[in-house]
């Protein structure tokens, strides 16, 4: 509508912050769900803002923005809102072109409530159909040992059929477990002797690496003079 098309004036063209937003909140209180989901890009990726991202998304969905379901699914999860999470993550399986979406989001609410046997049936059901995100969340379940043994092994595995049906993001989730597994097998190898297994140029990113994994209380770095020492939590 013509208030959405003043707002994009002002805040895409002018670069008027507040007249953008005032003009997106007046096209969306009249209706416009593209400019109610365009408010919780702005909040969300622009000002850090979640609550207002999480109000402007469920009003993007009211007035039929089907596109931001997964993220709005995600923040209901968070909340602990899981009925209204699996509301959207349902709508989404059947939704044609947001299926994987919909599935993965089910899978990872069911792992979210301890229901794992449960997430690993969904995560099947998209390898079934060639979906790599299916073969990558199988990978992530056997890597963190998430309702079934932790096994290295088979997380690979599913990690390798993922970057061959695609996803770019498997090499690197195999290059974690690969530092992962290096602690495993050596308890308390020193952090200086990983960086010795990868090459120089990789030592920011295995630095960055084990800081996440100890984040993630899957590893614990103890300090040891002026390294630290590697345990598996």
Known sequence: ?????IAEIYYENLED?????????????????????????????EMDDHENEFKWL????????????????????????????????????????????????????????????KAIEYYESLVEIGSYEGMSALGEMYAKGRGVKLDTNIAIKWYEQASEAGDYSAQYKMRELKIFEIILNNVGILQTDVYKRFSSQEKDYIMNTLKDLDKENRIVRVKSGSTYKLFVE
């Open 1 to 5: 509508n013509a208030a959405n098309k």
């Open 58 to 117: 469920e009003k993007a969905y009211q007035l039929g923005r089907i596109d931001g379901l997964s993220f709005l699914g995600d923040f209901y999860k968070d909340r602990q809102e899981f009925e209204k999470a699996k509301e959207c993550y349902e709508k989404l399986a059947e939704l044609e072109g947001y299926e994987v979406e919909g599935i993965i989001g089910l899978g990872s609410l069911c792992e979210n409530n301890g229901e794992y046997n």
């Open 17 to 45: 912050e507040e007249q953008g937003i005032e003009w997106y909140e007046k096209a969306a209180e009249l209706g416009d769900g593209d400019a109610a989901f365009r408010l919780s890009q702005i909040y969300g990726d």
